[in-house]
């Protein structure tokens, strides 16, 4: 792999030589380098190492993800890299979301592997695959559109959470009608994922998932006090935790996956408690940093976290990352594909379900691969908690995601007047 900056680099140098760095920069907590004042006189004076130690944040892992973004603008790569959409009226089309720390280098091989099938497909490819941090509002604008014609929905459909797959106002109505169809042909999937506790095949096989993003438990040893060490999500839900909790609000996917969860095993009750919990919102990049205190505001004690974000914390920091006894919580990667065009579809899903992607997803984002050739490298204790396929379809998600919000935000205004 080439290395394009050192630990020793002065900030100034790395933003002025690669200013697409600038955004990851800000993204963890260096506000100021918005500033190209701020980039000018401060830069100069502070290196990446000094820096990352002021922010107690993970050198390797910080550098890594430079690299990566670094490696994208590169411009021995630029011919030849594939943007993140491209829209030409082709014969089928992908759309979604990527989650952010896996997008580049899942595009990478998006478009190496692209190049290799160049000249044997006969026909047009459309795609649009965004940072998950950009949202989903353009494909619900087009869903919304179609209708209910189901001939004008994408063929492949890759995104974490639950609210676009499963909203009846969205594709919950296209589900019914059985337009999806699960055609990755695997009949047994990741052993951590199909076990005497957890199944993620859906029995319908409609649904895909290929990974997961899991959410931890972040505690702030230096905020904790003399309160007990948290060990699982009912452990939040106790009146020494009450305005005590950042919660990854703007991560809807996450904080979605969350309350469905949290409502599925401990009911209205534990909805209204991790309301009460709840300091502060939090983007996950930002739990990083959340143990300092800015402005005056109170420190969170404890911050729910993709395990992601969870693995950047530096050991130094007070920051301790716990795999709650209940289970991570799972917020599924999900492929959808319509079963009409299968033929033509059945090869990308083949690519998106490979070895080679799965190991991107476990090894470089610490998303879990449900192919059952990636080893996660998963202790026996790291366990999930899960929806479970009889509740999904049992249940009006769309509706439910609406119902716990009510109540979550309902609890945290009560708490705070």
């Not at 919660?247 to 599925?264: E, S, T, V």
Request: net charge negative.
């Amino acid at each position: 792999m080439d290395h394009y900056i050192k630990a020793t680099d002065t900030i100034y140098d790395i933003t002025e030589k690669y200013p697409e760095t600038i955004g990851w920069f800000v993204t963890n907590g260096f506000e100021h380098l918005n500033n190209p004042i701020m980039r000018n006189s401060l830069g100069k004076t502070v290196t990446l190492e000094m820096a990352l130690s002021m922010r107690k944040l993970n050198q390797a892992l910080f550098i890594e993800k430079l690299e990566e973004i670094i490696k994208q603008n590169a411009p021995d790569l630029t011919s030849g890299l594939t943007p993140t959409r491209k829209e030409e009226g082709g014969d089928i089309r992908m759309e979604g979301v990527l989650p952010c720390p896996i997008r580049l280098p899942l595009l990478e091989k998006f478009e190496a592997w692209m190049a290799s099938r160049k000249d044997s497909m006969d026909y047009k490819v459309d795609y649009n695959l965004k940072s998950a941090n950009l949202g989903l509002d353009d494909v619900k604008e087009r869903i919304i559109a179609a209708d209910g014609n189901a001939d004008a929905l994408s063929d492949l459909y890759l995104s974490a959470g639950f609210d676009l797959f499963f909203d009846k106002n969205l594709m919950g109505r296209y589900r019914d009608l059985g337009t999806f169809e699960d055609i990755s042909d695997m009949t047994q999937i990741n052993p951590d994922f199909d076990n005497d506790t957890i199944s993620l095949k859906d029995p319908r096989n409609q649904y895909a998932i290929i990974g997961i993003v899991p959410a931890v438990i972040m505690v702030n040893t230096a905020a904790l006090g003399d309160r007990p060490f948290p060990e699982s999500w009912a452990d939040l839900m106790k009146p020494e935790f009450e305005n005590s909790v950042s919660m990854p609000m703007k991560d809807l996917d996450m904080f979605n996956a969350f309350l469905l969860h949290i409502y599925r095993y401990y009911g209205e009750e534990g909805i209204k408690k991790m309301g009460k919990a709840l300091l502060r919102s939090m983007h996950p990049a930002q739990m990083v940093k959340s143990h300092i205190s800015k402005d005056g505001n109170k420190v969170p004690a404890i911050t729910i976290s993709p395990y992601f974000f969870a693995s950047m914390a530096d050991e130094k920091s007070p920051l301790r990352p716990v795999w709650p006894k209940d289970g991570a919580i799972i917020s599924p990667i999900f492929l959808l594909a319509r079963a009409k065009n299968r033929e033509k579809v059945k090869p990308f899903v083949d690519f998106l379900y490979s070895k080679e992607i799965g190991e991107i997803l476990s090894s470089n984002g610490k998303f879990p691969s449900t192919n059952p050739l990636v080893d996660n490298h998963l202790k026996p204790d790291q366990n999930f908690m899960w929806l479970g396929w009889d509740y999904i379809h049992s249940h009006d998600i769309g509706e439910l995601i609406k119902t716990t919000e009510r109540l979550f935000f309902q609890a945290a205004v009560k708490e705070a007047l």
